[in-house]
């Protein structure tokens, strides 16, 4: 492949998909329908325990990332797993239809459950847009933006002389010396993929 980055100029967002038990960031989200009960689809690593969630459950919702939310959501729902913390205890969340929705975003979408598609790495959950409202009519975060300014939207701080390692594909956090054949426990990717920051 020639640049695989020509996929950033698919204009995506930064959501918090939520199901019950759990959630996490997600950028992988499609209008793939009209109407008005789209379908919204949604594509979920097969090692995250939303995955597990989004199986057994029929609904989830989407709460849109703002340029103005606090990227503290991302970093506790992007970068943590709800098999070791609970998410939502610093954050406020309100809940519509039976579903959490993150109160510190523009608005929200609440999906039944319609499909799945497997593929090696991911699950693609679709849904079919059942409620949702606009809170703040502001600009959506869009993953491209993320990217391109990640560094000082979720900057790590680390004590003089502690080093972190930051995965540069999910943002997940190592602190101290990597080990040889780590692995991201988050998204899977090796230590090549991982960037040094030091104070
Ligand atoms: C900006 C950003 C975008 C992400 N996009 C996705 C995504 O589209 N799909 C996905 O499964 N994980 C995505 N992740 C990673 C998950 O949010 C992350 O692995 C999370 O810790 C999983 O938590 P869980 O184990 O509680 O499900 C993204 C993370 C970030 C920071």
């Known amino acids: 492949m ?5 996929t ?3 204009t995506q967002g930064i959501y918090v998909l939520t199901t019950n038990g759990g ?3 997600v950028d992988s989200v499609s209008q793939v329908s009209a109407g008005d009960n789209p379908f919204i689809a949604v594509a979920v690593m097969k090692n995250n325990y939303t995955n597990e969630l989004m199986h057994k459950n029929n609904h989830f919702a989407l709460s849109v990332f703002g340029m103005n939310s606090n990227p503290e959501i991302i970093k ?10 609970n998410k939502f205890a610093k954050i406020k969340t309100k809940t519509i239809e039976n579903q959490k929705i993150i109160e510190d975003t523009l608005g929200y979408m609440i999906c039944e459950k319609i499909d799945t598609i497997e593929n090696e790495t991911h699950t693609l ?3 079919q847009l059942i409620e949702g409202d606009v809170y703040k009519d502001e600009e959506a975060m869009s993953y491209n933006y993320y990217q391109e300014h990640k560094d000082e939207l979720i900057k790590v701080k680390t004590a003089k002389g502690q080093v972190a390692w930051i995965c540069k594909i999910c943002g997940y956090i190592y602190y101290g010396d990597l080990p040889k054949n780590f692995k ?3 998204c899977g990717v090796g230590t090549e993929m991982f960037e040094k920051q030091e104070s």
């Open 125 to 127: 959950f679709i849904g």
């Open 184 to 186: 991201c426990p988050s």
């Open 8 to 10: 950033r100029k698919i």
């Open 76 to 85: 506790i729902f992007g970068m943590n797993s709800m098999r070791n913390i």
């Open 2 to 6: 020639k640049n695989k980055k020509i």
């Open 23 to 25: 959630g996490c960031i």
